[in-house]
């Protein structure tokens, strides 16, 4: 599903985020989180451009707060890569696509990423 971002609750994350045979990013965000929608447009771009590598979905965390607060989610937005059904890693707080994408190079395959 290249290029649309894909929403997630509490009762589908297992199945779309922990059972991807792919990197998962989770945006956690809130509809009044202004940084959140910030970087919304880069994460659309993120996902259009690497959708074959890494999906891209958003976790509403105030319609979703269990999986938030299991995942330690204290400041939005938080953005976690999920390989394996693990946390591989944590970028918090707003940035520019360019940096995003430097982050997530490890997820990305062979394809050098471009910001």
Not at 20 to 45: H, M, N, T, Y
Request: hydrophobic letters at 45%; aromatic letters at 6%; proline letters at 6%.
């Amino acid at each position: 599903m290249a290029g649309a971002l894909e929403n997630v609750t509490d009762d589908t994350f297992e199945e779309v985020v922990l059972k991807s045979d792919k990197p998962v990013l989770v945006d956690f965000w809130a509809a009044w989180c202004g940084p959140c929608r910030q970087i919304a447009p880069s994460l659309e771009a993120i996902a259009t451009e690497h959708g074959d590598q890494i999906k891209v979905v958003k976790l509403n965390i105030d319609e979703n707060p269990t999986t938030a607060a299991k995942y330690g989610v204290m400041s939005i937005p938080t953005l976690n890569v999920y390989q394996n059904g693990e946390v591989a890693k944590t970028i918090v707080g707003a940035k520019p696509k360019a940096a995003i994408v430097r982050d997530l190079e490890p997820y990305l395959g062979d394809e050098i990423a471009k910001a």
